[in-house]
């Protein structure tokens, strides 16, 4: 995939007020997300230089429909990034089901991820009430310190 089908589709989000969009062929993969003009722009997903990933931002609109009559209001997103580094995993035990998915409300306390370090588990929890709008890291995968793990509104 070259620059112009790349910004293509950045185009193409714009147009259709999509906040985020990923496509996966095989080894290739390819994550687009529009952040707030006013939000600093932190990348949810890191990888190693040479791993097919690319990576474009663009701003998100302040209000965007949900279910037809409701208005969310993006100011209002909440980052939740990780405290330490370590690696994520997002279900109890590998083949359960995860702790949350995307679109479910959470409640403060509720465990949303575990985080490994140093053969410690760390559970990480929801900080306040709200709803899991993405899921910004993948399970088993190694997460930096401040890195976005989780939007929540």
């Keep these: 995939m070259d620059v112009k089908e790349i910004q293509e589709l950045a185009k193409l989000m714009e147009e259709r007020r999509l906040s985020s969009l990923e496509i996966v062929d095989g080894e290739f993969r390819l994550r687009l997300n529009r ?49 330490m580094v370590g690696t994520v995993y997002l279900s109890p035990t590998p083949g359960e089901k995860p702790f949350v998915q995307v679109g479910d409300r959470v409640k403060k306390g509720q465990v949303l991820c575990i985080l490994e370090a140093m053969k410690l588990m760390n559970e990480y929890t929801a900080p306040q009430d709200g709803k899991i709008v993405d899921i910004c890291v993948t399970d088993g995968q190694l997460a930096e310190y401040g890195q976005c793990l989780f939007k929540i509104y």
């Design 35 to 83: 952040e707030p003009a006013n939000t600093p722009v932190v990348p949810c997903e890191t990888r190693p230089a040479g791993a097919g990933a690319a990576t474009a931002s663009l701003p998100v609109p302040v209000a965007e429909t949900i279910d037809g009559d409701a208005v969310a209001d993006f100011n209002e997103l909440t980052e939740l990034k990780s405290p």
